[in-house]
C-alpha cells in the first residue's frame, strides 16, 4: 500500500512545538547506559524516560553514524517529548564504548553479525526495563540493521518496526560497491579471511577491513532483504522521501511485491531534511 503525502496541520504545528522547545522535562530523565558484549566491548546508548505505558521505542542510526545524526536524533526527541520512552543506541562498530561516527577510512573491525547481536542486547534490555514490547524505529542503514535483528531473532518482543529511508547494500545509484567486488572479496576470503583489505561500500570508496567482514554486509543484498521482510511474522512500515535519489528504480515496487506497507512522503529526500521532517514526524505518529 502506497500512502502519499498527507497534510496535517494541527500535528505538524504540535510537533513544531516540541522541536522549538524541547526536551524540558525529557533532559531530566535521559541518562546514558552501558552494556557489555559477550567479546568484552562495552555499548552505550541514551535512554529517555517517561512514566507512559506505551510500547518503549528503539532508533537506530545509519551506516557509521551515532544517535545524534539529525534525522534519528529529531526523531528520538520528538517523539519522547510526545510522551514514549525512547532508547537510542550507537552501535559499537567494533569500538569500545564508542561515541563518534566512524570515517570511511578508518580500519573496520565490525560485521553485520555483530550489529545484529548488540540490537538484541538492547531489545533485551529494553523489554526487561519497561516489561512491554518494543518499538523497532531505523534510518536508512540502520533499517536494514533492524531487518537483519528480525530475521536472526523471530520470536523477539516486538510490537512493530518502521523502516525509514530502508536500502540495501548493492542496491541504487550511490552504491560504491559492486559484483565484480563481492567476487574480489570471495576470493580473498578463500585466501586469508582475516587479513585487512580495502574495498567500497555504501558511499565509502575506501573501506578497509577484512572478507570475511565485509561480506557479512553484502550479504545484505535486495534479494535477502526482501527475503527476510516477506518472513516476518509482523509486517513493517517502510517510510520513503519522494525524491529519495539513493534508491533504484525498482526497490519500492519490489518491496511492494513482498507484502511491505508503504507510505511515501512526495518531495522529501533520503534524510527528510528542511521542512519534511514534519511530515516524516506526521508519518511515524500515524504509524504508532
Known amino acids: 500500500m502506497i500512502i502519499c503525502r498527507f ?11 516540541v522541536l522549538v522547545f524541547p526536551l524540558l522535562s525529557g533532559i531530566a530523565h535521559s541518562e546514558i547506559i552501558h552494556l557489555q558484549t559477550d567479546s568484552g566491548l562495552t555499548i552505550n546508548a541514551e535512554y529517555l524516560d517517561t512514566t507512559s505505558s506505551a510500547s518503549p521505542i528503539l ?38 564504548n564508542r561515541r563518534q ?20 542486547l538492547w531489545v533485551d ?27 536472526a531473532y523471530p520470536d523477539s518482543p516486538i510490537e512493530k518496526s518502521l523502516l525509514i529511508s530502508l536500502i540495501a547494500f548493492l542496491q541504487g ?21 582475516v587479513r585487512i583489505e580495502r574495498y567500497r561500500l555504501a558511499y565509502c570508496d575506501y573501506y578497509a577491513t577484512t572478507a570475511k567482514n565485509y561480506l557479512s554486509y553484502l550479504a545484505w ?6 527475503k527476510a521482510i516477506s518472513g516476518m511474522k509482523i509486517k513493517p512500515t517502510i517510510i520513503f522521501g519522494g525524491g529519495d535519489d539513493r534508491l533504484g528504480p525498482d ?5 511492494q511485491t513482498h507484502q511491505a506497507d508503504i507510505v511515501e512522503i512526495d518531495g522529501a529526500n533520503h534524510f527528510f531534511d528542511h521542512a519534511y521532517e514534519f511530515d516524516l514526524l506526521d508519518g511515524i505518529e500515524k504509524s504508532l
Not at 68 to 83: K, P, Q
Not at 176 to 190: I, P
Open 173 to 193: 545509484p550511490v552504491a560504491k560497491e559492486n559484483a565484480a567486488e563481492r567476487l574480489r572479496a570471495e576470493a580473498d576470503l578463500n585466501r586469508n579471511g
Open 221 to 226: 543484498d535486495p534479494h535477502r532483504t526482501l
Open 101 to 120: 561516527s566512524l570515517a570511511c577510512e578508518a580500519v573496520h573491525n565490525h560485521s553485520m553479525q555483530q550489529d545484529t547481536n548488540e540490537i538484541a
Open 125 to 151: 534490555w529494553l523489554y526487561d526495563q519497561t516489561d512491554r514490547p518494543v518499538t523497532l524505529i531505523g534510518h536508512s542503514a540502520g533499517s536494514l540493521n533492524l531487518v537483519s535483528y528480525l530475521d
Open 59 to 96: 532508533i537506530l542510526h545509519g551506516f557509521l553514524q551515532t544517535r545524534d545524526f539529525f534525522t534519528v536524533r529529531r526523531i528520538g526527541n520528538a517523539l519522547h517529548e510526545a510522551g514514549y520512552k525512547v532508547l537510542l543506541p550507537n552501535l559499537s562498530l567494533g569500538i569500545n
Open 7 to 17: 497534510q496535517a496541520p494541527c500535528r505538524t504545528f504540535q510537533w513544531l512545538a
Open 251 to 255: 526497490w519500492k515496487p519490489q518491496l
